[in-house]
């Protein structure tokens, strides 16, 4: 395959690509060649912590997901049944060392589960969390119309500041189940100040596992679009080109392309991230792999995923 611009913006481009969490002035759409590579190293460094903070929102979205599950789970059918949530699968990700309490703990809506760090403990994962996350339930995740909404209160990861508001609403009807999600006052800052502001939108549809009880069976198809602004100026906009699939019991996404457009204070970058790379996989193989391309598919690399 031709390479058609440096590694050090290889990446960059790479890094944006994690930004499923993810306009300015109208400016000339190019392809990157090696004459316009960009080799800013704000910009390289941008890219590398956008990948390390995109883990920590993943993280986050997963805590969220779980806790709320759980708490359905434990939630008695009718008013003054037994409410005992064990919070055992919640535990598995963060570990003991966080306190979780739930107001009112009696089963019934709407409520909130804090899950409280402290001033900093260290999980089964080995992540050293600290501050809160606050988990607001309207009603049941199960339910339509039910709407979680997940604050952050002075909350880090490895030291990672992340702020914003997580809302997640159940549009279920008639033709399936789905959720939206949005991100919020997004914004991330390293020790070193380094840091970005971002917003999100994306829908998720249930496309399989909703004849079983069991989650492991779940998939989904997710699409969307994120915006990220760089405290130095650079921009990122993610938006799906092909819905992404994304099945419970897989780590990666199976399927689906990203369009993404890196803005610098000259051009914006075109690349295509393809999930579904290689083809002869089979659609939806889970696999960590998947294909970076630009310039009309004439440039492109594999990427392996984490």
């Known amino acids: 395959m031709k ?25 000339d759409e190019v392809t990157p060649t090696q004459d316009e590579a960009v080799t800013d190293t704000a910009i390289i460094q941008n890219a590398n912590e956008t990948a390390r903070a995109d883990e920590s929102f993943t993280n986050l979205d997963d805590v969220t997901q779980v806790a709320s599950e759980e708490d359905d789970e434990a939630s ?17 990700i963060i570990g003991n060392c966080a306190t979780i309490t ?43 119309n039910s709407v979680i909404t997940t604050t ?12 914003g508001t997580k809302v997640c609403t159940n549009n279920s009807n008639a033709d ?38 069991s989650p492991m069976d779940n998939v989904f198809e997710i699409t969307g679009t994120s915006n990220v602004h760089f405290f130095n100026g650079n921009n990122i906009h ?8 994304k099945a419970v019991n897989c780590h990666w996404r199976s399927d689906g392309i990203l369009k993404i457009v890196v803005s610098n204070s000259n051009h914006n970058f075109n690349f ?24 009309n598919g004439n440039g492109s690399t594999i990427i392996t995923l984490p």
């Not at 959720?179 to 390293?190: L, P, T």
């Open 3 to 27: 390479l058609l611009f440096s590694n050090r913006f290889k990446a960059f481009a790479f890094a944006t690509a994690f930004l499923l969490v993810l306009s300015s002035c109208k400016k």
């Open 272 to 295: 295509l991230f393809n999930y579904g790379y290689p083809a002869t996989s089979g659609a939806g193989a889970c696999d960590n792999l998947a294909l970076l391309s630009w310039n």
């Open 176 to 213: 399936g189940i789905r959720f939206s999600v949005d991100i919020e006052g997004g914004k991330v800052i390293f020790p070193n100040n380094h840091g970005y502001d971002f917003e999100m939108h994306k829908n998720k549809r249930q496309i399989a596992g909703q004849a079983t009880a």
């Open 152 to 163: 952050l209160v002075n909350y880090s990861v490895d030291f990672i500041q992340l702020q």
């Open 76 to 92: 008695p059918a009718t008013p003054g049944g037994a409410y005992n949530p064990s919070f055992g699968r919640l535990r598995d």
């Open 102 to 144: 739930v107001t009112p703990h009696d089963g019934t809506f709407p409520k909130t589960i804090s899950i409280d760090f402290g001033n900093g403990c260290i999980g089964l994962d080995g992540k050293r969390r600290a501050g809160k996350i606050m988990i607001f339930m309207t009603d049941r995740r199960s339910h339509p």
């Open 238 to 245: 993610v938006s799906t080109q092909v819905p992404v699939i």
